[in-house]
């Protein structure tokens, strides 16, 4: 097996999929309840439904610190590799801040931030374009090519039931601005690729019809029948994702399939109910 060059750490705005090399290092996100915390790792989701229809107190999220990129940097390096760290956007979170600032902790690690400007299963698609390049022995250069050009082809969207968490959480922005005070509507959302913040791209008067329109993104955006490799996400309701793969099986061939639970600080800013895709065409970059 080829030595690695370098390592890969991200943050807690990843969603991980078995079936790609998420398997690394993360800087956990934290969920506050009051005067109660919990890191990530320490609620599942099913605890954080509860929580969210049992507990008056609505929930907020806290980035990680310096410290907690620092540890995911030196887990990551082992005997002093150089760390690339892929950050959830900067439109999004201030992780990528934290990174910036726990240089100072490491000072004996090379460590290349990188801001992947999206999250979640696209966050994962851009993690495993880095680790694969680490595996097969490539420089770190490569590595940041294979990430752009992922990003670059990757489109995350996705939609949820109510409109609520986004707007107790503030993140709610150019989806609220396009939707008016129509919040009875179900949006579709996907990431700025530049700003990396949310915005609205379509909607939908119910939640059967939003997953329809989900489906009929990706295709707008790809071309009906282009091969697809496709990230599925969900929240309480799993059934929800195996809707939209039908929907997308209907219209595209699938090389890759993946299905993941959104993970809980994610889940607090879409609600419980929330389903999303990332999608990208064809093979991956450093396959064709």
Same mark, same amino acid.
């Given at each position: 097996?080829?030595? #690695? ?26 969920? @506050? ?22 507990? #008056? ?52 690690? #090379? ?63 150019? %989806? ?10 179900? #949006?579709?959302?996907? %990431? ?7 915005? @609205? ?53 699938? %090389? ?6 959104? @993970? ?25």
């Amino acid at each position: 097996m080829t030595s #690695p060059l370098f390592a890969v750490a991200t943050d807690g705005g990843l969603d991980a999929f078995e079936g790609l090399s998420n398997n690394v290092p993360v800087a956990p996100f934290s969920l @506050n309840f009051g005067t109660k915390t919990y890191r990530m790792n320490e609620l599942t989701r099913e605890e954080l439904y509860r929580e969210l229809q049992t507990n #008056p107190v609505h929930p907020t999220s806290s980035q990680p610190t310096p410290q907690d990129w620092a540890q995911a940097e030196r887990a990551a390096s082992g005997d002093g590799l150089p760390v690339l760290a892929l950050t959830i956007s900067s439109g999004l979170s201030g992780s990528r801040n934290a990174a910036e600032q726990a240089r100072a902790l490491v000072p004996e690690l #090379p460590v290349t931030i990188h801001d992947t400007r999206t999250l979640s299963a696209a966050q994962a698609f851009q993690v495993h374009a880095a680790v694969t390049a680490a595996q097969r022995g490539e420089t770190l250069e490569t590595a940041l090519d294979w990430v752009r050009r992922t990003h670059e082809e990757t489109e995350l969207y996705f939609t949820i039931e109510t409109l609520e968490y986004l707007r107790r959480g503030g993140r709610i922005g150019r %989806v609220q601005a396009t939707l008016g005070g129509l919040l009875n509507l179900k #949006p579709v959302i996907t %990431v700025d690729k530049q700003a990396g913040i949310y915005t @609205n791209v379509g909607r939908a008067r119910s939640y059967r019809g939003a997953i329809d329109a989900v489906a009929a993104q990706v295709t707008s955006r790809y071309g009906e029948g282009t091969p697809l490799r496709v990230g599925l996400l969900y929240g309480s309701v799993r059934e929800d994702a195996d809707a939209l793969l039908a929907a997308l099986q209907a219209r595209h061939p699938l %090389v890759w399939v993946g299905m993941t639970g959104v @993970n809980p600080v994610l889940n607090v800013h879409t609600g419980p109910r929330a389903l999303g895709v990332a999608a990208a065409p064809g093979r991956w970059v450093w396959e064709r």
